[in-house]
């Protein structure tokens, strides 16, 4: 876990705080699990090349996720600093633990408006009937979820990514663990529309196949701090949104009854 409490019951986050008082606070036995209120220790470090963090004696916490990966561990932090350079009036918190849904949400946020948003980042594999029910139980708190995926199952067709593109049009994934992280964004596009930008001479896309039923995978390779967050958790991409303006200069050009300067 990235989050613990300290001695005065405030969360402590690992890559946040001194090493030396962190270090202190381990020893002393004064850091304790955000859930079952344990006692939990140090670990990792530079000189350990591993994430710093916190961990149980015996991993005795029923809701544990220490036995997550380097990837899924350092993404987290790295979302968390790309959403606070964006929303720098909201509370942005790792693995908040929210009585409604029942869940540990990887990154909160809090908008001063009070919109509220838990992003996941997904390395490990998920079934696509829990993906929906951890969707719909976000949807019931009331709370929009963004998921955004690990790098490691980009090569992968699984259901739940094509249930993300369903449900949000869209997907990113992640390279945490270079500097600056990068990202793929993938989003269904149509025949007609892949033909559209094959007939011209701009740049388009690479294409990943088919996605389902609802398209080809239009596919944008670029930085994470290049890609922001919309109102609505939507992702914004100046590639991605100089092809879309083009596309519909095109359409109107092909529709026009008359030329239009």
């Known amino acids: 876990m990235l989050v613990a409490y300290g001695p005065d019951g405030q969360p402590v986050v690992a890559e946040e705080t001194p090493l030396e008082q962190l270090q202190h606070w381990s020893r002393e036995r004064q850091l304790y699990c955000p859930n079952c209120r344990g ?11 591993t994430q710093l963090h916190f961990a149980h004696q015996k991993g005795e916490c029923a809701w544990s996720t220490e036995a997550e990966s380097v990837r899924h561990a ?8 790309w959403l606070r350079e964006q929303f720098p009036q909201a509370t942005i918190t790792l693995e908040e633990r929210l009585p409604e849904p029942n869940r540990i949400a990887d990154i909160y946020v809090v908008h001063a408006d009070g919109r509220c948003w838990a992003v996941e980042f997904q390395c490990a594999p998920l079934d696509v009937e829990e993906w929906r029910h951890r969707h ?28 993300i593109l369903a449900s949000a049009h869209e997907i990113m994934f ?65 590639e991605r949104s100089a092809l879309e303006e083009r596309a519909r200069l095109l359409h109107h050009m092909s529709t026009s009854a008359s030329p239009d300067e």
């Open 174 to 238: 992640l390279d945490p663990l270079i500097t600056p992280p990068v990202i793929w964004l993938r989003w269904p596009v149509s025949r007609e529309k892949v033909q559209q930008w094959q007939s011209g001479n701009a740049p388009a896309p690479s294409l990943e196949g088919w996605v389902g039923r609802l398209g080809y995978g239009a596919v944008l390779r670029g930085r994470l701090p290049d890609v922001r967050l919309g109102r609505q958790g939507e992702l914004l991409h100046p």
């Open 136 to 163: 719909q139980a976000y949807h019931n708190a009331h709370i929009l979820d963004i998921w955004i995926i690990g790098n490691n199952r980009r090569e992968k067709q699984e259901a739940f990514i094509e249930a």
């Open 74 to 81: 350092r993404g987290k932090v790295v979302i968390a600093n």
């Open 39 to 49: 006692i939990v220790h140090l670990r990792g470090g530079p000189e350990k090349r």
